[in-house]
């Protein structure tokens, strides 16, 4: 792989400035049309390349053609990543630096010294020395999530293209818009895609791959209080406003985010609006089993109704939506899906390749119980969604490396 010559950095170098931040108010898609202009570019490119069906539907995703260069009969297989970054942070500016041969120093962003990345705080840099660390400036985000996959996948088109001694089945490239709003697979046209696998390109940790995520169900807290003139609102007010603050005190620190690790689900304020009438509270519930999941509902509703019982004359409403599923359900199912992967990781430099559930969801969440099982391979983002993102230009190599060699392997072994 060392004879390739990658483009990972100068496309990402680009794509980052481009701002492509989602809204969750948004009831269009995609969220932003500024999100399509990265997809107009991604086209244009995918066009230079020689990749003529590139196209830019009206929902702004992206498909595109990797033609087959071989006589066998390969399923087809699809590398997806998102465009969007997330709402958290400005997107708007974004001004990437290089920092090259990284040795270890403090990373102090200069327009806005106050953000300081540090080994202490950010492990992974430890295995970054030598490597050169891209960060934005200080104030935005970076946008490695998922820009960072989307250079990846973009470079190994480039390199399959160029190199057509490698051979390969036909892939498609799919680029998303919404998922940081969890809408990245609402529009999605699958039978166009035609895949029969696929592959995310949006973690984290280089040489590492996830074939579970959480499953997530969304709740809404909607609390009626009794409103009164509060200068005599004595024995006759009941405040929404202070109900809604004692159901988020009495929520037990061992289930919140701030608390748990691992395999442990939390339950997560993510809103809350209203006033003295009327409050609504919006929350995410997560875990790695459904069962898990019903658990942390019923601890959310004991947690209302013991509030409510304070406050004879006031009411709650509770709901809850399915978001969606671990994706290990499906994956166990297809298990070469993952181990031809694995092969793929160690092929690329990772003897040890890191197996592991995701405290979170990608598009291939949803996509694996829309018929298209669909693991989570690292792109090298790190700090996402903050002002103290980075990432390596050395990683987003090893990760467009790593889709080339997953190319190879289903064609070897089809």
């Known amino acids: ?205 280089a040489g590492s791959i996830e074939d579970e995520t959480f499953s997530a169900d969304g709740a809404t807290v909607t609390i009626y209080g009794v409103p009164a003139h509060p200068g005599f609102a004595k024995g006759k007010m009941e405040h929404a406003m202070k109900i809604a603050g004692k159901i988020l005190a009495k929520l037990p620190d061992r289930y919140s985010a701030e608390y748990t690790e691992g395999r442990q689900g939390f339950i997560h304020p993510t809103s809350i609006e209203g006033g003295l009438e009327k409050v609504t509270m919006k929350f995410i519930l997560r875990d790695f089993t459904q069962a898990g999941l019903r658990r942390l509902a019923r601890i959310l509703q004991r947690v209302v109704d013991n509030v409510l019982k304070q406050y004879p004359n006031s009411r709650a409403e509770i709901s809850f939506v399915e978001q969606y599923r671990n994706m290990g359900k499906v994956l166990r199912r297809h298990p070469h899906v993952v181990e031809y992967a694995i092969e793929a990781l160690k092929r690329a430099g990772f003897p040890h390749p890191i197996r592991r559930a995701i405290r979170g969801g990608t598009d291939g969440s949803r996509l694996s119980f829309m018929g298209l099982p669909c693991p989570n391979l690292f792109a090298g983002e790190h700090a996402f969604h903050s002002k103290y993102e980075w990432v390596s230009v050395q990683d987003m190599e090893k990760a467009a490396e790593t889709l080339v060699h997953l190319a190879q392997i289903w064609e070897e072994r089809s």
């Open 1 to 205: 792989m060392t004879t390739f010559q990658h483009t990972v950095l100068e496309r990402f170098l680009r794509y980052v400035q481009i701002d492509t931040q989602s809204d969750p108010k948004s009831t269009t898609t995609p969220s932003t049309e500024k999100q399509k202009d990265l997809g107009r570019l991604l086209v244009q490119e995918l066009h230079e390349m020689g990749i003529k069906d590139a196209e830019l539907d009206e929902y702004g995703y992206v498909y595109a053609t990797i033609p087959a260069n071989t006589t066998k009969k390969v399923p087809v297989i699809c590398f997806c990543a998102h465009m969007d970054t997330a709402p958290d942070c400005s997107g708007t500016g974004v001004k990437p630096i290089v920092h090259r041969n990284y040795q270890g120093q403090d990373l102090v962003l200069p327009d806005d010294p106050s953000i300081v990345i540090c080994e202490r705080e950010h492990e992974d840099l430890k295995h970054q020395h030598g490597n050169d660390i891209i960060t934005a400036s200080g104030t935005t985000l970076l946008g490695a999530d998922n820009k960072a996959g989307v250079a990846a996948i973009m470079d190994a088109a480039y390199l399959l293209v160029n190199n057509p001694s490698i051979k390969h089945g036909k892939i498609r490239l799919l680029f998303t818009p919404d998922e940081e709003i969890g809408r990245g697979v609402d529009k999605v046209d699958l039978k166009k895609l035609g895949a029969r696998y696929a592959y995310t390109v949006d973690g984290e940790t």
